[in-house]
């Protein structure tokens, strides 16, 4: 079974449609929306977590109804060396990929739990987040 992270970009014209429901419904797809931003008539983004054996059929059918599908190739990386485990980020994440291990209050960061918001690297004081591409 295919597993993989997409980011779906949508037009005004099929920010409205219920692709969701046909890539589940349709095609057996298994979804998990890590991170949506989407208001009917307008133009919209969307982070989803893909599984399935149908999963070319499914991206087929999003490129068909006009859905730009980009693979998320991008990750964010926590470098080591400049973190101070200041917390700052922990807070601003949505996921928590980022957060605080208790009793040590060392900070952490499980990348597999990131959306790619990239708040971290706007927040990080000392710029121990990055981006790898």
């Known amino acids: 079974m295919t597993t993989k992270k997409v980011v779906l970009r949508f037009s005004a014209e099929t920010a409205d449609k219920p692709i969701i429901y046909h890539l589940v419904k349709d095609y057996d797809l298994i979804i998990n929306i890590l991170k949506a931003q989407i208001n009917p008539h307008k133009e919209g ?74 708040m971290c690297l706007k927040i990080c004081p000392v710029r121990a987040m990055e981006v790898r591409v």
């Open 45 to 118: 983004t969307m982070v989803l977590e893909i599984s399935g054996d149908k999963y070319d059929e499914g991206i087929s059918f999003l490129e068909k109804q006009g859905i730009l599908v980009q693979p998320l190739e991008t990750e964010v990386v926590r470098n080591e060396q400049r973190c101070t485990s200041c917390g700052a980020c922990s807070v601003h994440c949505p996921t928590q990929a980022l957060y605080i291990e208790r009793p040590s209050m060392d900070v952490r960061f499980d990348g597999e739990k990131c959306i790619l918001c990239l």
